[in-house]
Structure formats: structure tokens, C-alpha cells
């Protein structure tokens, strides 16, 4: 039986395995430099999608970690998606 790692790890078959492995590859850099807000994260996602968002004063204060969270995770990756299509532009 595989481990998760390695079912991640392998290669797929698709026609998509590059974009797929590309943003495999942007995501596991993120964990590595920045595994406290990826951890962070991933725990405020947990805590919302099961169900923890009930009180009146949870939802405001989750919806600003999660905005704050994402928005340090999206922002290096959308900034290399600026560079790269710059960069194919000049070529």
C-alpha cells in the first residue's frame, strides 16, 4: 500500500500532468518556506469547511485570518505567474 507522499508523488497519465505537477511543486515550496502559514491555513479551511463557523463571533474573526492566510499563499505564486508571462512576452 502506498503512502500519501507517494501516491502524490506519482506521475500521472493525464494531459494535464505538468500544470498539475507545476502547481504540485509551487505548493510543496510554499510548505517549505513557509510551513507555519500553510499549517495555518490548511487549519482554518478545516475549521470552516467542518462546520466550525457558527458563532457571531467566529465568522468575522476566521474570515480575516482566511483572507489574510490566502492572500500571503496566492500572492508569491501570483507574482511568478506576472514574471513568467512577462518573460514569454519579451521571447
Known sequence: MSTPIEVVNKPSRRNGSSESSRLYRQMKEQLEEHPYRTLAVAAGLGFVLGGGMLGR?????????????IASLVAPIAKQLVEQIRADRMH
Do not use: N, Q
Open 57 to 69: 463571533v467566529t465568522r468575522p474573526l476566521v474570515a480575516t485570518g482566511l483572507r489574510l492566510g
